[in-house]
């Protein structure tokens, strides 16, 4: 019997309805593999943040640092600004564990129609390879003259050379044990600096992975592609902004973000990795449990097979798919009238 430490942080909204799946699901299959799972639960959230001014505590991450993984549920809260709910939780634990990959499989299954006539069930197998920590997404920059006439923002991205060959190393890797077909998105016809600099380290990269084919688009015509024909993509590797909307794009192309799921990866495990649904809190919907809790159970199978069970992950994947190709329960996201709790019942009989 294996144990892991998992830090479990249901944050809010509907991140605290789908924690309670995915940890059900974590325990079920894990006993069957010999995995035990304890637990220790972090209240950070907005609510936290109304309470204390701090989303989490200052010396939050030396909390969780000795852990195997952190699973969040959702964060964000109409009363709180995203920005601040996001850079006061998310994104310390994303840089300050070194987490720079963001991982985003994507699937259509049977039994769950995509709204893209295209992407057929069993044809549409992708993974997004998102660079997590720098990028457009950087602390550089400031804002002048505010409330004047000349009053101006200026965002800085910031590509380093260790930051994209890491990433593009990861996605090649990735391709090599996958279809060995790798997409890099790039916007190199119009952004002139940072995309070129891009191009050439993936091309650099890819010099050492001779299987995989791979070629550059653009991301204007990438996104095209996607929608017309998303079952010739195998893993994608894209830049922190062209990552995040992609992967959202293409959790659409499968069929609803109530299903995406996500991991946040420090591949030297030097630090926790941390795995989290795609979605959001859903204040429209949070409170009365009816979560789709499917985005959150699927990554639960991405934290079992990063903590080396890979049976047990594609046993979680695989009730998944069986129970949508073979039960009618559904949450009303995807058109049934089943509760979160239901679902993941439903979910279980298949593993
Ligand atoms: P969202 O993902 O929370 O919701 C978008 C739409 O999808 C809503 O209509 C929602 O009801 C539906 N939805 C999402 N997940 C669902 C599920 N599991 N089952 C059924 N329906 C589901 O995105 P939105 O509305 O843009 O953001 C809401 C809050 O969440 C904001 O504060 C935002 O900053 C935050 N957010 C947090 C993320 C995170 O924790 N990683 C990611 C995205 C948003
Ligand atoms: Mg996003």
């Not at 974590?26 to 639960?41: K, W």
């Not at 989290?276 to 097979?305: C, F, K, M, Q, Y």
Request: negative net charge; hydrophobic residues 45%.
């Amino acid at each position: 019997m294996v144990t892991h430490r998992i830090a479990l942080i249901p944050g809010d909204g509907i991140g605290q309805e789908v924690t309670p799946a995915a940890r059900h699901v974590l325990d079920t299959v894990g006993a069957r593999h010999g995995v035990h799972f304890t637990y220790d639960e972090f209240d950070w959230s907005c609510a936290r943040y109304h309470e204390t001014g701090a989303m989490m505590p200052a010396d939050g991450l030396e909390q969780i640092r000795q852990h195997d993984a952190i699973f969040l549920g959702a964060v964000g809260d109409p009363s709180v600004p995203d920005h601040v709910s996001l850079w006061g939780l998310l994104i310390p634990i994303r840089r300050g564990f070194r987490q720079y990959v963001n991982l985003r499989p994507v699937k259509v299954f049977e039994g769950l129609p995509s709204p893209v006539r295209t992407a057929l069930p069993g044809q549409v197998d992708l993974v997004v390879v998102r660079e997590n920590v720098e990028g457009e997404y950087g602390e550089v920059g400031g804002r002048l003259h505010r409330g004047f006439p000349e009053e101006m923002a200026v965002q800085e991205a910031v590509f380093t050379r260790a930051g994209v060959t890491r990433i593009a190393e990861y996605a090649f890797t990735l391709a090599d044990n996958r279809r060995g077909v790798l997409t890099s998105a790039t916007k190199s016809n119009g952004i002139v600096h940072t995309m070129p600099f891009w191009d050439e380290i993936v091309a650099e990269v890819a010099t050492s992975h001779p299987d995989v084919t791979w070629r550059a688009e653009h991301i204007d015509a990438l996104a095209a592609k996607l929608v017309l024909d998303p079952t010739r993509f195998d893993v994608i590797v894209g830049s922190n902004l062209f990552g995040d909307i992609l992967s959202d794009l293409t959790a659409a192309v499968a069929g609803g973000i109530g299903i995406a799921p996500a991991a946040n990866l420090n591949p030297e495990r030097e630090f926790p990795s941390m795995f989290e649904p795609v979605h959001g809190s859903a204040p429209d919907i949070a409170g009365r449990g009816i979560a789709n809790p499917l985005g959150a159970i699927w990554t639960a199978a991405l934290l079992l097979d990063h903590l080396g069970h890979a049976e047990a992950a594609a046993e979680v994947e695989h009730a998944i798919a069986a129970c949508l190709a073979k039960s009618p329960v559904r949450t009303p996201d995807l058109g049934g009238t089943a509760n979160t709790v239901e679902f993941t019942k439903a979910v279980l009989e298949f593993a």
